[in-house]
């Protein structure tokens, strides 16, 4: 491990952000968290408040502080990344940002897609969309995510996207997404899934905590795809959550409807990880630890 490094992190108050800052201090970084202050860090971590839509307001908490690197948690537009490109630049020598496999959004390959699929230089980017609206950022959420990639990309900060694939485990997922199936199993409800349900690459929270851990000590630029290794379909993840619930069962209706459970997808979403392996970060397989991330999402890993 390298030396000790002053790292921002921007948000971070839940799910894998707060094992991201866990790590980081226990490695003997200095860590300073950012948020609007509806929490506070954990013990030993520097503590900023600012809204980090207002630009302002944003430049006067960083004030003259320097960042060997800044984690940004939370950019979901191109006008926050223009916002935050202005404020860091020549303050970083590193910027992180976390991205999604909503990236690929509209690409339904019959392959694991790599990074080169969508290319932040080639994106256009638009601040006049109204991206100041939760309702049209959270509609538009990967067009908003792949936006703000471009704009860090070619700005002059030595820059990195990591495409997050869907998080799975912990006792503290707020997504309620595994609790959908549980509900269901459990009471014998219809599962609303596609005619054909897709499969998808999926991480652990343990491991995407360790994955941006990894990056804020690395030197990569560009995106990188993060995600376990295997495709996971939705067949199997009903089956894994049944196998928490003896008494409930898996059952399935087809729907042409937009309203679809979590995780039954129209489309292919899978990530090809090879890029970060090069990098040098070893995945696991979806299929070892998901039996643990169920039994933690349900509260019954004891």
Known sequence: M?????????????????????RLLAAGDRVTVLNRGSSAPPPGAAHLVADRDDEKALAEAVGARTFDVVIDQV????????????????????????????VYEHEDSPVPVPESAVDPAAVTVDL????????????????GKRQAEAVFTGSGLPFASVRVAHVLGGGDDFTS????????????????APPVAHPATYIHVEEIA????????????????????????LDELCTA?????????????ASESAALSPFAFRRRYGMDNSRAEQLGFTFGDVRQWLPKAVAETLGKDH
């Not at 000790?4 to 108050?13: M, N």
Request: glycine fraction near 10%; proline fraction near 4%.
């Open 2 to 22: 390298n030396r000790a490094r002053e790292v921002l992190v921007i948000g971070g108050s839940r799910y894998f952000g707060k094992r991201l800052i866990t």
């Open 75 to 102: 950019c979901y537009t191109p006008r926050q990344a223009e916002i935050a490109r202005r404020v860091f630049t020549g303050r970083t020598g590193r910027y992180v940002m976390t991205s999604t496999v909503e």
């Open 128 to 143: 006049e969309l109204p991206w100041d609206g939760p309702e049209f950022v959270e509609a538009h959420y990967g067009e």
């Open 177 to 192: 997404r595994l609790e959908h199936y549980a509900d269901r199993i459990r009471t014998g409800a219809s599962i609303a």
């Open 210 to 233: 360790d994955f941006l851990f990894w990056a804020a000590h690395a030197d990569f630029t560009g995106p990188v795809n993060a995600a376990s290794h295997g495709l996971l379909t």
């Open 241 to 253: 959550v049944a196998a928490q619930l003896p008494e409930g069962e898996v059952r399935f209706e």
